[in-house]
């Protein structure tokens, strides 16, 4: 009987994800970052955030139909002297489905440092397929905003020097903060609400 009881408060309760807010020059994008499945990535974004590392940066890379990619460049594309690579986690079952946030990597596997990118439309091969193609970790997904996202998707864009994509009038990234840090579980609310 008392186990019965126990399992089913135990039921009621959620695990919550930290969520944050990313203010751009275009509105705000609201992310919840996917702690259980991306620990490792999830950390390093959030000590980038902390630093206050994003704050002026701009999305230098953005094409229709794909991703914007930001995280790395001022607006002038001089980019950023990172922290460390970390560990690729693509192996986690997270997708790069339309919404999801990602890290941006060269060919080297565990490459990632700062940059990220938010996935326009599902790009299922950039899901871990094989240890030859590893993929690119996903370690959350936009909650509010997505209509930023896709807005910013589709300005005029040009290529300075050697990058392409680059937007024609620079959409920075003003902040990235934690708005919402679990420190226990949460009740589930039963009721329904409209979104």
Do not use: C, W
């Amino acid at each position: 009987m008392f186990l019965t009881l126990l399992l089913s408060m135990l039921s009621s309760f959620v695990l919550a994800d930290t969520k944050v807010l990313m203010q751009t020059s275009m509105g705000d994008i609201e992310i919840e970052l996917d702690t259980e499945h991306a620990p490792i990535t999830t950390q390093n974004f959030l000590a980038y955030a902390n630093d206050r590392f994003y704050d002026g940066l701009v999305f230098h890379r953005v094409i229709p139909n794909f991703m914007i990619q930001g995280g790395g460049a001022d607006n002038e594309l001089n980019f950023q002297v990172p922290h460390e690579p970390i560990k690729n986690e693509a192996m986690n079952g997270l997708k790069n489905d339309r919404g999801t946030i990602a890290m941006a990597r060269t060919s080297e596997i565990d490459s990632a440092t700062s940059q990220f990118f938010i996935n326009v439309v599902d790009n299922d091969y950039l899901n871990y397929q094989s240890p030859e193609r590893y993929g690119y970790a996903v370690f959350g997904k936009v909650i509010k905003g997505m209509e930023v996202v896709d807005e910013i998707a589709n300005v005029k864009t040009t290529r300075k020097g050697p990058h392409q994509n680059v937007p024609v009038e620079p959409i920075y990234i003003i902040k990235v903060s934690v708005i919402d840090e679990p420190d226990e579980p949460q009740q589930e609310n039963p009721t329904v609400s409209e979104q």
